[in-house]
Every structure is written in C-alpha cells, then in structure tokens.
C-alpha cells in the first residue's frame, strides 16, 4: 500500500518507528499533488517551502521523542478562506487574490503546535459562496471519482484532495453543508462540530451565526483526532464555549441501547431511490447492533432552506461590506471619485455568484423588507431549534441523507439557481440549530459515492463518531477518489 492511500493511524506507525520519515512522507505527498492537481485543481496554493520546513522541525521532536502529537509530521490541507500567516488566503475570489494575513487563524496555530505540516490552501467557491466549487476565481475543481462532475462546494478543494490521495486530512468550513456535502460527493467523512466548539479566529465570515470550522478525512477515527485537535475555547472567539466534550469511555459500548431517529421529512419522494435504498441499510445494520429505531418529526424543516437563504444571504451583505477597495483587497484605480470607485472595486472584484447574495441580503435587511423576511427568518430558525429539541428527547441521534441526488455534470446546474440552492436541503438545518452533523460514505451508485448524514444534540460529537466508525467498520472503507 502507498503512503497516499494510509491512513492517519498507519501514517503515524510509520512515523513512529522511524520507517520512513516526515520529510520523506512530505515530499511523497507533494509529488502525488504535483501529479493529480493539474487535472482536479483542489489546491490554490502549494505551500512547498513551509511544509518540507515543518517536516524537518517534526522530524526533530520525532527524534528526540518530544512534543509528539497524533499530528506530528502529518500532512494537511487549510481550506482558503481560513487565514495563514505569510500565505495567500484568496477566498477563491479576486477581490483577496494577493492578501496575505499577518496572523494565522487559532486552528492553523492549533495544527502547528500540533507538529502538523501544512502542505497548501485548497480551492473553494468564492467567499464559500456555491455547493459546487465551480465558481472559484482561480478555477474550477473536479470530482476524483469522475472528473466531468462536480466534487460539491463549498469546501470542494479540500474533499477532493482527500479523496484523491494528495492529502490524509483537510479542514473546511461549513456554512450550510460546505463540508459535509462535499464530502458525500467524493465519498469521505465530514463534520460540521457543535456551534462553538471549534474557534472561528482567523476565519474569513460568510455568515457569522452559521459558520463553522471542521475536519475531512478518509476514515472516522482520522477524522475524530482532527476535530479533537482543533476544538476547544478560544479567548479570540467570543462565541466559542467551554463546553465540557463527551468521553468515548463515558459513552456505552457498542451501540445497543441506543435510539436513532428517522425524520419523517427526510425521507419524502425527492430523494433519490439509489440514496433512499442505502440509507434503509444502514438503518437496518444500527438495528441489528442493538440500535433502536423512532419516528420523529421535525414540521419545520421545510422551511429550511428558505430560512437558511434569508439569513446567510444577510449576514453576507453585512460582512462582506468591508471589501470597499479602502483598506486591503483588490482596487479599481480607473475611477477618480470615491463612489465610482467603491462601486467599481465590487463589480469587477466579486463574482456574479456573491454580487447576486449581496444584493439579496441587502434587500431583505431594508426597511421595507426587514420585518417580512428576515425577522420571519429569525424565527423560523427559533422554532427550528424548538423541533429539534423535542425530537432529541425521543432519541440520541437522527440518521438523515446528506444529499439527495448523486454529484452532477460540471456546468450541468449553471443556470438552475433554485437546484443548486436546494442541494444543500439536507444540511442547512444543523447550521440554524447549531448542533453537530457527520457525514459518512455508505455505498455507491453507478461508480458514484454516496454519503448519509448522523446529527446529535449539541456537544454530543463522540456518539458521532463512535456511530460512524461501526457503520465504517460493517461497510468498509468506500474506495475509488484515489487516482
């Protein structure tokens, strides 16, 4: 087996005895980027210099057995819109095509003190803007599985990285499901962690009450070491939240005793049967662990993605106010005044993707509009929040699909704005509540994986995990990304 098919646990041993070292490990996984991303474009920026100089360092602490982590020496990719000191984070837009931070963002810190290598900055729809990561000033990134479609957005760059090998872990942001969808799209493991458990520092804000850092990876154990190393309160974060994490010895073993719930509204005929038919199985194989199934309700949740849409596209209109040519970013200089050149700087810095939620957010923010549509929203997302908390009284968990049709030709949904924003149907509602979401591959469909979805109450990610890695270890490792 190639180090670019190993997982994080099979990495580490080959660390740790000394069979091959970080540098080694490093540069075998640059060769493999260099090899496969002309043709996928995951990464905007290889970070060649600083990651062959933090190999070195993690082969120091390795030698004199100091400091060593689980990450220690394990190359990682940084989604780009999270900020990393002396490097490019572009947002996928030509509007921060040359920023390059003073600060790196808490996670990227986190990595590392970890020892972790950070190996490049992957690509993503601009502003985190898309579920499709076709909308990428830099270019569009392609499935590993078939490179005629899509790997699914935002966080595009850093699954199909993963999927393809040129990467063990990755972390991306999840905004509506831009790290669980795309995921599912090219069948790896995906979280999007408990509002608040892992800080948004240095984390350049699309919607700041939705955003959410979290980790991608191959298998769920992988997956879990990445999230334990970058959660925690953050004093940089007012939103973060010392909440005490669940301990897997705490937790049951096995799963028997355990109630999952089925949401009605989740299983409605728009899924496809394909989809519908794998979820069934891994229902079926929870129930033969001892899992018990429940019918739960959740009424709200049809209203999802409108509420999702009103609030995300508002909260971007204020956030991304700041781009004004002013103070860093792209400039217009044709202009001679001040509003020529504000307007100017917009229009040929940002995509037609974030000018369309831009002006829509601002819209819905307006006097006129206020009070009809966003107001409406808020408490929308209020009683969102109230379903969801009855129906996490009849069960620990709830097993939902995380997509409901397999990943589409490239440019195939170009002009079909209502299909691309109801890709994410699925997801939308683990942002609004803020609870924990994971998804995982189950299986495939025509060549195509396909991912189904775990939610829990908040804090609740250990029993995710633990979910996760039974259904893994029944299924197998869905392979077929890595080219």
């Excluded at 060593?68 to 190359?75: D, K, N, R």
């Excluded at 209203?303 to 009103?310: Q, V």
Aim: glycine fraction near 10%.
């Amino acid at each position: 087996m190639e180090i670019v098919e190993m997982s994080l646990g099979q990495l580490r041993k080959l660390l740790d005895n000394k069979e091959i070292s970080a540098l080694e490990m490093t540069k075998g996984f640059l060769g493999h980027i260099a090899q496969l991303d002309p043709e996928i474009n995951a990464f905007i920026t290889i970070t060649e210099e600083e990651a062959l100089f933090a190999a070195r360092e993690a082969d120091a602490r390795i030698a004199k057995k100091e400091g060593i982590t689980p990450l220690t020496g394990i190359p990682i990719a940084i989604k780009d819109n999270i900020c990393t000191k002396g490097v490019k984070t572009t947002c996928g837009s030509k509007m921060l095509a040359n920023f390059i931070p003073s600060y790196d963002a808490t996670v990227v810190t986190k990595l590392k003190q970890a020892g972790a290598v950070l190996i490049g900055k992957t690509n993503l729809d601009e502003f985190a803007m898309g579920s499709s990561t076709e909308s990428s000033y830099f270019g569009l990134t392609r499935n590993p599985w078939d490179l005629k479609r899509i790997p699914g957005g935002s966080s595009g760059g850093s699954a199909a990285a993963v999927a393809a090998g040129m990467v063990p872990l990755a972390l991306g942001s999840d905004t509506g499901g831009s790290i669980r969808q795309p995921a599912a799209f090219c069948g790896i493991f995906g979280l999007k962690p408990t509002y608040g458990r892992v800080s948004r520092y240095g984390l350049v804000p699309y919607a700041s009450s939705l955003d959410q850092v979290g980790p991608m990876a191959r298998t769920a154990k992988d997956l879990a070491v990445l999230y334990h190393n970058i959660s925690g309160y953050d004093p940089l974060d007012s939103t973060t939240v010392p909440l005490l994490p669940e301990k897997v010895n705490d937790l049951p073993q096995g799963l028997k005793g355990l109630r999952f719930g089925i949401p009605c509204e989740s299983y409605d005929k728009k899924i496809d049967p394909g989809i519908k038919e794998k979820l069934l199985l891994v229902a079926d194989l929870l129930e033969k662990a001892g899992c018990i199934p429940v019918e739960v309700s959740l009424p709200s949740l049809e209203y999802a993605a409108a509420i999702y849409y009103l609030i995300a596209f508002a909260e971007a209109s204020s956030n991304l106010a700041r781009y004004d040519g002013v103070r860093y970013g792209y400039r217009s200089e044709e202009q001679t005044d001040m509003i020529s050149m504000f307007r100017q700087t917009r229009e040929e810095g940002f995509g037609r993707e974030v000018k369309r939620r831009i002006l829509l957010g601002t819209c819905f923010l307006t006097p006129e509009y206020y009070e009809d549509y966003y107001l409406k929203a808020e408490k929308g997302r209020a009683r969102m929040k109230k379903d969801f908390a009855r129906a996490f009284l009849e069960c620990e968990f709830m097993l939902t699909p995380t997509t409901t049709v397999v990943p589409n030709i490239i440019r195939e949904k170009t002009d079909d704005l209502l299909s691309k924003y109801l890709s994410e149907v699925c997801t939308v509602a683990a942002n609004l509540t803020g609870i924990p979401a994971l998804t995982f591959p189950c299986g495939c469909i025509n060549g195509l994986p396909v991912g189904a979805q775990l939610m829990a109450r908040a804090g609740k990610e250990e029993t995710l995990f633990r979910v996760a890695s039974f259904i893994e270890g029944e299924l197998g490792v869905v392979k077929g990304g890595i080219r």
